[in-house]
């Protein structure tokens, strides 16, 4: 069996498995999800070589958190064997990133977690926080608890891409180690990898969530509250009807584009089921042993062209 490929997070020195599970779902965010479902599809995951967890006190009410540190511990994986990351500053009742929630922040999530560390925390969505207070107040407050051991590395992580050279342009070099950037480096929008040079000048590690758009690039079609526009989704269900029709799946196909791209440590996306994880790890080994499908790709592309990199406003609440 092909291993899963590890790739280096920017100079952390953190090798992250190029699939990266993200257990918003394991917080009921898409439906219930049974305990045994959850520690099934974690299990599975370290089995086919997935080492990279990604959670949110915010997912779930904090309960994606509690249901990975249960999946955590009923696994029994050593400690160094899994990298976790957790976030702060976003939460069910609101934002706040000062720096006294902060640190009440990482040990709640830490208690939930049943760690005694995480190994990244990262500021969540913070568009829609004060970007300065970001600079000036949380980086440092996370650097304290760098210190403490509490965290082993810090990121940010948000939707506009201008957030992360704002940011970055104004803290200590090396004082971020790592963000987070979902919806931007799909079939449909490319446009992270603008930024990559940028970023790996400064050292900064690259994760890109949400491969299949939040919904879009799939059969199904995206969930009721979607924001990308008309005609941005009737492209994408065109392209998906497409693939069905070439008897080959957009998701899978969207899978392995985001994931062909070495600059990126890991890919994130959202799983709750043994099947789901198997799916994802099997898109990474097919695409490492064959290689992308091109002649399918690039006519999903043709389809996809009059609307790529069209974005949307954040501020969307998952209801």
Known sequence: MTK????????????????????????????????????????EAFRLGINFFDTSPYYGGTLSEKVLGKCLKAVGMPRNEYIVSTKCGRY???????????????????????????????????????????????????????EAGKIRFIGITGLPLEIFTYVLDRVPPGSVDVILSYCHYSINDTT???????????????????????????????PEWHPASPELKSACQAAAAHCKEKGKNISKLAMQFSLSNKDISSVLVGMNSIKQVEENVAAATELAIFGKDEETLSEVEAILNPVKNQTWPSGIQQS
């Open 192 to 222: 992270l990898e603008d930024l990559l040079p940028y970023l790996k000048s400064k050292g900064v590690g690259v994760i890109s969530a949400s491969p299949l758009a939040m919904g879009l690039l799939t059969e199904r079609g995206p």
């Open 4 to 43: 899963l490929e590890l790739r280096d997070l920017g100079t952390t020195g953190l090798k992250l498995s190029c699939v990266g599970f993200g257990a918003s779902p394991l917080g009921n965010v898409f439906g219930l999800v049974s305990e045994d479902d959850a520690i099934a599809s974690v299990r």
């Open 92 to 146: 069910a009742e609101g934002f706040d990133f000062s720096a006294e929630r902060i640190t009440r922040s990482i040990d709640e999530s830490l208690a939930r977690l049943q760690l005694d560390y995480v190994d990244i925390l990262q500021c969540h969505d913070i568009e829609f926080g004060s970007l300065d207070q970001v600079v000036n107040e949380t980086i440092p407050a996370l650097q304290k608890l760098k």
